[in-house]
C-alpha cells in the first residue's frame, strides 16, 4: 500500500514523450476517482512533452471493461502505450475480488499478447477515502505515477 505521494518525478529521468502517441481507457464507475487520474495523467504527459493531440481517450463502463477497451484500442489507433484507469472499492461482497482478479490478468494477458504496454492505472482501495488519497489527495494522484511509467514503456517498445 502506498504511503508516500505518488505525483513526485523527475523529467531528467523520463524520456521525451513527444515522439509518442497514447491512449488512456478510463472506467466511468466512480468518476471523481477516475476523472482525476485521467486528468493526472493527461497533464503529466504534457508535461514530459507529449503534444495534446497524441493523446487519445476512450470511456467503458467500469473497471471490468478496461480490458476490452484497451484490447480494441491497441487493434485500432496506433498508440506506444496505453493508461487503463479504473476504481473498485471493497464492498460487502466477493464482486470486488472477481473484478480485481479480472482486470489484472486482463492486463498482464494484453502484455503478453500486444506489443503495447499496457499501464495498471486501477485503484483496488478499501475505502472511498483510501481511493480518494491515492487519486489526487494527500497521497498524490495514481495517474500521475502511471503516466511517468507509460512514457518509460513507450520509450522502451521502441528501442
Avoid at 486528468?39 to 471493461?65: H, M, Y
Wanted: glycine share 8%.
Amino acid at each position: 500500500m502506498a504511503t508516500t505521494n505518488l505525483s513526485y518525478y523527475d523529467k531528467a529521468t523520463i524520456p521525451n514523450a513527444k515522439p509518442f502517441r497514447f491512449g488512456i481507457v478510463v472506467s466511468e464507475w466512480n468518476p471523481e476517482i477516475t476523472r482525476s487520474m485521467q486528468q493526472g495523467a493527461i497533464e503529466t504527459l504534457i508535461d514530459c512533452g507529449a503534444e495534446k493531440e497524441n493523446i487519445i481517450s476512450w470511456e467503458v463502463p467500469g473497471s471490468f471493461e478496461l480490458v476490452y477497451g484497451c484490447k480494441k484500442m491497441i487493434e485500432s489507433q496506433p498508440v506506444d502505450a496505453i493508461i487503463a484507469v479504473g476504481n473498485v472499492i471493497q464492498g460487502e461482497t466477493k464482486h470486488f475480488d472477481f473484478v480485481c482478479d479480472g482486470v489484472t490478468q486482463g492486463i498482464v494477458d494484453l502484455n503478453i499478447k500486444y506489443d503495447t504496454p499496457v499501464i495498471f492505472c486501477v485503484l483496488t482501495d478499501n475505502t472511498k477515502q483510501q481511493s480518494i488519497d491515492r487519486s489526487g489527495g494527500k497521497l498524490g494522484n495514481k495517474g500521475i505515477e502511471c503516466a511517468v511509467a507509460a512514457v518509460k514503456m513507450a520509450a522502451l517498445r521502441h528501442l
